[in-house]
């Protein structure tokens, strides 16, 4: 099996590389090759949003998100757990009542 073109590609740089391998040196400079190493090649950081936390008027708690960037548009996706509970707990009633 072929690995991934990028794995080809991360390999190939490494065998072109002109830094020793982390156990040809001490441990002291194998840690800093590591996080040297890791920091070249680790994905962007995810941007941070705020998070409240809110009561409905009925005492519903909410959590809102909102986007760090303030010209980022997000989806929004609203979820009622107590709407939930509700038909879960209105088909079982009516199971019970049509046996």
Partial sequence: MKPHPQVEA????AARSRLPTLDKVSPFVARRLYRER????APKSVPQCQTRLLLTSEGVPIRAYRAAEKDEVLPALVYALLCTIWVLQHA?????LSR
């Fill in 92 to 96: 079982q009633t009516a199971l019970g």
């Fill in 10 to 13: 991360l390999l190939e740089a």
């Fill in 38 to 41: 890791c920091a070249a090649v």
